[in-house]
């Protein structure tokens, strides 16, 4: 076979093999949306289109939050990327500290998901130890935050700059059972997880924000 067909082949199968990204602008209500235990709005916020999440419950229950699932995903290695901000709500608990993320293999009723989200109330608390606390990992519903602080204190959340109801560029990037947090486009990760508690599984992608959270969400993109 010819030099030049060679290779036209070889494009042609490697273009086979790499899925198209998929975008979601999240500028406007959609039928592609479906909260759970989340309300919605569309909302212009510091300029840019975007839709507003606010939690149904101001308790401290893990259980409690929220995740807007995006349907017709099914998502197994590559990268996720979104734009957020977070806050704590009118009203919300103490503790509240906006926490907002990305949920990832989720099953299709969103009660079973990996995810990665931050706090941005402690990027620029003047206690180090809240700081350390910024980025976190959990695996709902069995490993939340409490487990995995507890039994492996450290391993599963970090310290990166934050700035509450700023916009905050989020991107994951996952293969097998690894996965990686990448914050305001640092070449480096915030945070890296190489057992991710579901294993090398598929699933949905969706926005997820903490208890007594407002959050607003704009340009979600997906590629594998």
């Known amino acids: 076979m010819p030099p030049k067909i060679l290779l036209a082949t070889a494009i042609l199968f490697i273009a086979s093999q790499v899925r198209a990204a998929q975008t979601f602008p999240l500028d406007s209500i959609t039928k592609g949306l479906e909260p759970h235990n989340v309300t919605l709005e569309a909302e212009t916020y510091q300029g840019r289109k975007s839709i507003r999440a606010t939690s149904h419950s101001s308790s401290v229950s893990a259980t409690d939050s929220g995740v807007v699932t995006l349907s017709g995903t099914l998502f197994h290695n590559g990268v996720i990327e979104v734009d957020v901000t977070g806050k704590p709500g009118p009203g919300a608990f103490a503790d509240a500290r906006g926490f907002v993320g990305i949920a990832f293999r989720s099953n ?6 990996e995810c990665f989200y931050i706090r941005p109330t402690n990027g620029r608390a003047d206690d180090q130890l809240r700081r350390n606390h910024s980025t976190q990992y959990i695996s709902f519903p069995t490993w ?3 487990r995995l602080r507890t039994e492996s204190p450290g391993q599963y959340e970090s310290y990166v700059d934050l700035v509450p109801g700023e916009w905050t560029h989020l991107k994951i990037e996952v293969s097998g059972t690894k996965a990686r ?9 915030a945070l890296i997880v190489n057992d991710l508690k579901l294993g090398d599984s598929k699933g949905g992608v969706a926005v997820w924000i903490g208890v007594g959270t407002e959050a607003h969400f704009a340009n979600l993109r997906i590629s594998e």
């Open 181 to 189: 947090l990448y914050v305001n486009n640092s070449p480096q990760p």
């Open 144 to 146: 939340d935050w409490q």
């Open 108 to 113: 299709p009723d969103a009660t079973k998901y």
